[in-house]
């Protein structure tokens, strides 16, 4: 039988703010245990929540980002439940009337850009931690990130593979760190993804029994645990199993996904109006206000990116990978205008290697687009060649200064000199009788041994186009 | 609507709150008489209204995204029954 696989995702963003959605207390990650857990985050009697203007902002501008309408008006409601790590017994979250409905996040299927489109966006507030080890038989708690304000993000069911899964992961992601309403660090827990897994026979309408896999926090892992759950999913069926809707949370340590909670406490939150908080209205004016601060979109960017400077749609998606690379590029290709390859390959070759070996990101480089440009000027003019300007990319990052000076001062400057590099072929000719006889009697891999020779006796200094047309024309006799 | 034990049994796990066994006849005779109330409120016919979220016809009042509270771990751990290391200490929630 051939199978479908559906996937629907839920991300929770960690919305980039000083303070938390409904109290002052610091988001800070790393804080010693309950140092950022005020009154209201505890819970105290007496204690009333206050919303957060930053975190509506940030949800507004992820549903212009995404498309999607912003609520004029929401309500707050309450998730019930209990756990330690939520001292309310509840969440405050929305229910029927989110901040965002709609809107989509391309990805790319088969060679064309599709839409995965957006259920909703809505704001609600992270629990603590819970640490079940050490502490004679009882549990520890944090709250240092109960209050901590989150958006979460509901995809449809529209994504039929892992890999689509992650590619949609993958572009949220880059929206949200975009336009700079989540930091996206996923070791943190700043971006984490529930996905929700089913398989039904191809051309089948309705959906099959889902399971909902938990708290994948790598999009590596993301791949593997759906994977692993697309064919527990089928395995089961063609045994003649059905699949029971569970939670399963997924053991990298093991690659399989296990049953994290039993049916019987099946989900009953019983939702209401948080009589706490009034209404959240949200008028044109201020979305106004938020459309003309967004930056060029990563979609637009790349197709401009393709149109305007002629790269491929892999490069333009290598240099639109966050929006401080991208920015670096535009700065380097202002420095050499017309050398678009030339900058991607520098961008994702010898920079992106050089960050990545430091482990800083591109607004910490070491080497300003100014600096870069100045070197690639003269990889363009032909001053020196790609190697040497590798060498010098090198003593830049370690050292600083300008490439133009190191050019002069260490003397690297390219030989292209016709008369110069002819006299390096007639000694080496002269130095090297047999292999010059060997490449005249048919031997043609000998040239590389010329080349090589040639290229040390000027310190890899040498026009390498020049070097070989004079040396085919001298060795041809 | 009537309620059956099965469901005040439900609801009375979901609260976290103990009923005994004796209490049960009392409190499904209680709440039931509750839903009753509600099914007369449901027979109006409510089409074209909006609902209603909160009972103050004002709107959400937002504050500025600032730190505005400082540490006092001290003060309130002061208060709780055990804590350890800065945590507050529960009883085990996981086998």
Known sequence: ?????????????????????????????????????????????????????????????????????????SIFARKNYFYPDLPKGY???QFETPVVSGGRIMIERNGSEIPIRLTRAHLEED?????????????????????????????????????????????????????????????????RCDANVSVRPKGQQAFGTRCEIKNLNSFRFMEKAIEFEIRRQIELIESGGTVVQETRLYDPDRDETRPMRSKEDAQDYRYFPDPDLLPLCI?????????????????????????????SHYDAGVLTASHDLAQYFRALMLVVP????????????????????????????RITPTQLGGLLRRIQDGTISGKIAKEIFDVLWSDGGEADTLIESKGLKQISDVSALEKIVEELMAAHPDQVAEYRSGKEKVFGFFVGRAMKACGGRANPAQLNAILKDRLAG | ??????????????????????????????????????DQLQAVDTRGVEPLAHALDLEQRLRPDEVTETDRREQFQAVAPQVEAGLYLVPKVIE
């Open chain 1, 1 to 73: 039988m051939d199978w479908e696989v559906v996937i629907g995702l839920e991300t929770h963003a960690q919305l980039a703010t000083h303070s938390k959605i409904f109290s002052g207390a610091s988001t800070a990650f790393g804080a010693a245990p309950n140092a950022q857990a005020c009154a209201v985050d505890l819970a105290l009697p007496g204690v009333l929540p206050v919303l957060n203007r930053a975190a509506v902002e940030h949800a507004i501008r992820f549903g212009l980002a995404a498309e999607g309408v912003v609520a004029p008006r």
């Open chain 1, 91 to 93: 969440q405050i979250s």
């Open chain 1, 127 to 191: 629990a603590g931690k819970s640490l079940h080890e050490d502490f004679h038989g009882l549990s520890g708690i944090d709250l240092n990130r109960a209050g901590t304000p989150l958006l979460e993000i509901v995809s449809e069911p529209d994504m039929r593979s892992a890999a689509e899964a992650v590619a949609y992961a993958r572009e949220l992601h880059r929206l949200v760190t975009w336009i700079g309403i989540c930091d996206g660090n996923m070791q943190e827990g700043s971006f």
């Open chain 1, 283 to 311: 008028d044109a004016a201020w979305i106004a206000r938020v459309r003309e601060t967004l930056p060029e979109l990563p979609d637009a960017m790349r197709r401009r990116f393709v149109e305007d400077f002629g790269l």
């Open chain 1, 338 to 365: 017309g050398e678009a390859k030339l900058c991607a390959n520098w961008v994702s070759g010898e920079l992106s290697a050089a960050l990545h070996r430091e482990g800083i990101e591109v607004r910490q480089s």
């Open chain 2, 1 to 38: 609507m009537a309620l059956t034990e099965n469901d005040l049994r439900h609801l009375a796990r979901l609260a976290r709150i103990r009923v005994e066994d004796d209490e049960t006849g009392p409190m499904l005779a209680q709440l039931s008489g509750i839903l009753g109330l509600i």
